[in-house]
């Protein structure tokens, strides 16, 4: 008999869609038989079943969100009670929520039944242990009208679902047995669940990373993006729109020793968000490379959690970081393929200080550029590209890096690439007031208002919905320095802009000025907009460049803002000279064509001249 703690009792509850409730129908006799025992010993679990019914398929199924589940089906055993099915499923948790595997099971519902209407989510709390219930209304094959609830709790680590269906005007036979077989489910042991299946990563193809000095085989159909500071490759959407990510990024070594280099890795990962370390241990090679492993998680929007394998090397006087993360679902089927892109890495042998005389397309004069020449400084993982995107969400990690489909910024000619999600023309140097410099698209429209300047795009080329827009402005010192007016700054926007959620600080220098951008999210009436301030302290005043765009497409005007704000120059300072109506712009001299209002901003108290940004409100 079963002696450990039995749980997933139905409790009595009316769902609000008009589903009828469990208790409410009167079920003929047929619904109370006697009962047998059916201990599941690869699953770990023993559960009552109708006596006579047949017990189906056991065993691995290749079902749940890793493919390792594990299921018993039972059957009747002639159709008096119609095509009625009872099955317990169990899958792995790995970290996952109870709430993870309600979304999934919907899903598998609409997949395979496209008609399927559920009821709102509900929970029933029995023994102490909460668990969801799934009720759902959809047409079977044939065109047979059927009802289907779902019982599912996640114990230990282990998801348990027990699901009843039937047609709707049999459901009714079968009511008590589901709740009697939830619960006598008694939990004996840990599941039996098959090793992950390996998700293929396909055929590999060398690619080159000149500015870094080396190779690496990526998996052919990835998309790459070489950045100011880090060179990615994305998967394709795999579930839940998450896309595995590759990430290198090269500093100098200056003198460390191999146990330093880690070390300080490891304290730069620690200031990201829900750092966990896992191990930090591991060896790997890559080719003549031998490297250390650093295993961690992390959180990032919307309390997404990630796992990350951070593969470091040492050659000559560079650390090389090669980053993998996936979601942690689904990290142990990606890492054997990961293994074989980190051990695909080499390097080519760098005579420090070499330039290669190839043109600066990051247009940071050489600071990326220069054939073979790895980065000197500023590159190190600083688990900010992490993340696997969707391709719906925009950059999540607001660094303008992390994402797919980022755009090379402009190079130092002016010209631009396509692809932007906005009409982008060729960046020209532009004076405004004769106070300040910006390189900025030569076709987008710049106009004057109390608080600064505005320059618009053009509406995207999609939906001629969005606008980017860029917003320059100034403030004084008053003797403060530059970590205290971003802290005044941040303050102030909280409490100006709608559901403003900050995602980012980073470091940022245009020319010899030295600064810091804060990238946050902020509601407006167009949606929500990622926004890209930075702030930069010249020895008279503050400037503030702010960048904006929503966040469907922020990924791929990331890297141009960042273009913008590292172009800024400060030629003379006057008395709020930001600040007053007038001439916007050398290069257009009009004031016309706005398309958008201020975006909102630390400007002490100044009345914006509109609210297109919330800040109003």
């Known amino acids: 008999m079963k002696t450990i703690h039995a749980f997933l009792a139905i409790i009595t509850l009316m769902l609000t869609t008009g589903v009828i409730a469990l208790a409410a129908e009167e079920p003929p006799a047929a619904s109370s038989p006697d009962y047998e025992t059916y ?23 290749q079902t749940g969100p890793d493919k ?58 029995v023994a102490g242990i909460e668990c969801a219930l799934i009720d759902g209304k959809y047409t079977g094959e044939g065109g047979v009208k059927k009802r289907t609830q779902v019982i599912i709790a996640v ?43 390996e998700i293929k990563i396909g055929e590999l193809a060398k690619t080159e990373v000149k500015a870094y000095g080396v190779s690496i085989k990526a998996p052919k159909g990835w998309e790459t993006v070489q950045q ?5 490759a994305y998967s394709e959407e795999g579930p839940q729109g998450a896309r595995a990510v590759v990430q290198i990024s090269v500093e100098e070594t200056k003198g460390r020793t191999f146990d330093k280099v880690v070390e300080d890795a490891k ?39 990630v796992r ?15 980053v993998c993360a996936y979601t942690p679902d689904q990290f142990e089927r990606m890492q054997p393929g990961f293994k074989q892109i980190i051990g695909s890495l080499e390097v080519a042998a760098v005579e420090a200080g070499k330039d290669g005389g190839e043109e600066d397309v990051w247009g940071d004069e050489g600071n990326n550029g220069g054939g073979e020449k790895p980065p000197a400084k500023d590159t190190k993982p600083d688990g900010k590209d992490t993340k696997p995107p969707s391709k719906d969400t925009g950059d999540e990690r607001g660094d303008g890096g992390a994402t ?44 004057a208002s109390e608080s600064g300047i505005i320059i618009n795009s053009k509406p995207d080329t999609k939906q001629n919905k969005y606008v980017a827009q860029i917003i320059l402005s100034e403030d004084e010192i008053n003797g403060r320095t530059l970590d205290k007016i971003v802290s005044d700054g941040k303050d102030t926007l909280k409490g100006q802009v709608q559901n403003y959620k900050e995602i980012s600080v980073a ?54 803002f960042e273009q913008i704000q590292k172009s800024f120059e400060v030629l003379k300072v006057e008395e709020k000279p930001v600040n007053k109506e007038g001439d916007t712009g050398k290069t257009t001299g009009k004031d016309e064509g706005k398309t958008g209002k201020d975006a909102a901003k630390p400007d002490n108290g100044s009345k914006d001249s509109g609210d297109e940004w919330g800040d109003e409100e």
């Open 404 to 447: 797919g489909g980022a755009e090379k910024p402009p190079a130092k000619n002016g010209a631009v690439k396509g692809g932007f999600p906005v009409p982008v023309g060729e960046l020209t140097r532009t004076e405004f007031e004769k106070v300040i410099a910006l390189k900025v698209p030569k076709d987008w429209t710049p106009a």
């Open 39 to 61: 201990t599941f010993e690869k699953g770990g679990i023993a559960v009552d079943y109708p006596k006579g019914w047949k017990v189906g398929e056991v065993g691995p199924d």
């Open 228 to 232: 100011a500071n880090r060179w990615l």
């Open 155 to 197: 114990v230990d680590d282990v998801a348990y679902a027990v699901i009843y269906s039937n047609s709707e005007d049999k459901f009714a036979a079968c009511t008590k047995m589901h709740k009697h077989m939830c619960d006598s489910l008694a939990i004996g042991g840990k599941p039996q669940f098959a090793a992950a299946q």
């Open 267 to 305: 304290k730069s990962l620690g200031a990201i968000n829900g750092y966990k370390e896992i191990s930090s241990n591991g060896t790997i090679t890559a080719g003549s490379l031998k490297g250390r492993v650093v295993m961690f998680d992390e959180t990032v929007e919307n309390d997404v959690k």
């Open 308 to 322: 990350c394998e951070l593969a470091i090397f040492l050659k000559d006087k560079y650390a090389y970081y090669v």
């Open 68 to 125: 390792q589940g594990l299921h018993a089906l039972f059957t009747p055993p002639d159709n008096s009670s119609g095509p009625a099915k009872l099955v317990v499923q169990i899958f792995p948790g790995k970290g996952k929520s109870r709430d993870m595997f309600v979304a999934y099971m919907k899903d598998t519902l609409k997949q395979e039944y496209p008609d399927v209407k559920t009821a709102d989510d509900r929970t029933v709390k």
């Open 507 to 560: 470091a940022i220098k245009a020319g010899n000025l030295d600064g810091k951008v804060v990238t946050y999210e902020q509601d407006t009436p167009l949606g929500r907009y990622r926004v890209s301030w930075a702030v930069f302290v010249s020895d008279k005043a503050v400037f503030y460049i702010f960048c904006a765009y929503s966040t469907t497409g922020y990924d791929k005007m990331a890297p141009l």
